[in-house]
T-cell receptor, first 114, second 115 residues
Framework: AQSVAQPEDQVNVAEGNPLTVKCTYSVSGNPYLFWYVQYPNRGLQFLLKYITGDNLVKGSYGFEAEFNKSQTSFHLKKPSALVSDSALYFCAVRGDTGRRALTFGSGTRLQVQP | DGGITQSPKYLFRKEGQNVTLSCEQNLNHDAMYWYRQDPGQGLRLIYYSQIVNDFQKGDIAEGYSVSREKKESFPLTVTSAQKNPTAFYLC??????????????FGPGTRLTVL
């Protein structure tokens, strides 16, 4: 079975400061890892993914994530937070075989204060 | 959200009624998915379909049914057997096969409320 843990329900950061949203996972085989963002009453928007290759993945809106195989982590980062980054962030995983549906974490609410 | 439409945006249902949520995609994706989102629980998989005329139960299929008669369409029926149907429902799709984009793209969602 595959699983995702997002240990923080909420992350608070001041505008202009770096931010990190944590994610750890468990999956059989090689992981396909994703980050999505959700604004109120909207669907999920894709931010970035790791399938293979460079462990540092760059995505939309200045976000990046680092794949760490030994720690089974895929933390989302941004060097300088914006108030408009305030939203709900989801990490998701699936294996490279078997069921292709994603397993999602419970989400982390990011609050960026001006 | 582009390429995947869900309707209606808001839906109200009386207890004991079945309702059908629509999901259509014009991305030529083979695979489609239905998720349910409840506060603080992330998304849970209800049903998925890898190809037309075939679908599989997800983790919380009880009280739901689907069909996949066309590649573009994957409607979800919430039956009266679903004990707690009030939630936000999200449809997603992805290309499948070797060498394709593995990203799941989501529709804007339908908020179902049982009165």
């Amino acid at each position: 079975a595959q699983s995702v843990a997002q240990p923080e329900d909420q992350v608070n950061v001041a505008e202009g400061n770096p931010l990190t949203v944590k994610c750890t996972y468990s999956v059989s085989g090689n992981p396909y890892l994703f980050w999505y963002v959700q604004y109120p009453n909207r669907g999920l928007q894709f931010l970035l993914k790791y399938i293979t290759g460079d462990n540092l993945v760059k995505g939309s809106y200045g976000f990046e994530a680092e794949f760490n195989k030994s720690q089974t982590s895929f933390h989302l980062k941004k060097p300088s937070a914006l108030v408009s980054d305030s939203a709900l962030y989801f990490c998701a995983v699936r294996g490279d075989t078997g069921r292709r549906a994603l397993t999602f974490g419970s989400g982390t609410r990011l609050q960026v204060q001006p | 959200d582009g390429g995947i439409t869900q309707s209606p945006k808001y839906l109200f249902r009386k207890e004991g009624q079945n309702v059908t949520l629509s999901c259509e995609q014009n991305l030529n994706h083979d695979a489609m998915y239905w998720y349910r989102q409840d506060p603080g629980q992330g998304l849970r998989l209800i049903y998925y379909s890898q190809i037309v005329n075939d679908f599989q139960k997800g983790d919380i299929a009880e009280g739901y049914s689907v069909s996949r008669e066309k590649k573009e369409s994957f409607p979800l029926t919430v039956t009266s057997a679903q004990k707690n149907p009030t939630a936000f429902y999200l449809c997603a799709s992805t290309a499948s096969g070797r060498g394709t984009d593995n990203t799941q793209y989501f529709g804007p969602g339908t908020r179902l409320t049982v009165l």
